[in-house]
């Protein structure tokens, strides 16, 4: 079932089953430096679709960090342009892509970044609660999308009592339960064994064919490469 669409505050956002999940189009990005500056995206053209599962490779330096930044308003490019579900990021203000990235965009990381003293569900709650989702409902969507992702049994266990494959789920539903269009996760397996990393995996591809979210994640993990649909590769800031 694809999720629904919801308007995003202050943001004029008509969205389509034909509209990517995130366009860029020649993204370049410099940085200054004591003796000059450094180009560290030269010219990058991306566009990933619903339902679509990409995989990002490429060397620490490549510039797969700035990229992602980059694609989800945390950072500007120099020269070109990023849309989210056909909106211009140029067009919004800090608190307008604040509004985007809470209500459409999922963001995972390496690292859970539970707080530990609450629990497995308080945790995945909070992305309700800055949406101000009702009590009853926030209660609910957590509990379902942790069913989801093999954690119904773990719904009261505090993030310290978890293991680290238990709280990159948690993260995971986290991500999830505000329902949004486009997720993107930056090396997600990294700190997980190898059965937990499988299993996350797996997530990855049942979610994505089940919402008709797009998912874009930055991996050195072949076997991620393995199971996405595309694998596109950044060198030396390029797209090759």
């Not at 956002?13 to 995206?41: N, W």
């Not at 209500?103 to 990381?109: A, C, D, K, P, Q």
């Not at 209660?139 to 238990?166: C, I, P, T």
Request: charged content about 20%; glycine content about 10%; hydrophobic content about 40%.
């Amino acid at each position: 079932m694809m999720y629904p669409s919801q308007g995003v505050a202050g943001v004029d956002m008509p969205v389509d089953a034909g509209t990517a999940v995130v366009s860029a189009e020649q993204i370049t990005r410099d940085f200054k430096t004591g003796f000059g500056s450094v180009q560290v995206l030269r010219g990058i053209d991306l566009a990933i679709m619903p339902g679509e599962f990409v995989a990002l490779q490429g060397r620490s330096g490549s510039g797969k960090s700035t990229l992602l930044n980059i694609l989800v308003g945390l950072d500007d490019p120099t020269q070109g342009s990023v849309a989210i579900l056909g909106q211009s990021l140029a067009g919004l203000n800090e608190t307008q892509r604040a509004a985007l990235r809470r209500e459409r965009v999922g963001l995972l990381f390496q690292n859970a970044h539970l707080i530990p003293t609450l629990t497995a569900q308080e945790n995945v709650e909070i992305a309700l609660r800055l949406l101000g989702t009702a009590s009853k409902e926030r209660s609910a969507r957590a509990q379902e999308v942790l069913e989801r992702v093999g954690l119904k049994e773990k719904v009261d266990h505090r993030g310290l009592e978890l293991s680290g494959g238990e709280q990159q789920r948690v993260a995971l539903a986290r991500a999830l339960v505000h329902r949004p269009r486009f997720i993107i996760a930056d090396e997600p397996t990294g700190n997980l064994d190898s059965l937990t990393g499988r299993n996350v995996i797996t997530l990855f591809q049942e979610i994505v064919n089940q919402t008709g979210v797009g998912l874009l994640v930055a991996t050195h993990d072949q076997r991620i490469a393995s199971a996405a649909q595309r694998i596109i590769r950044i060198q030396d800031g390029l797209l090759v």
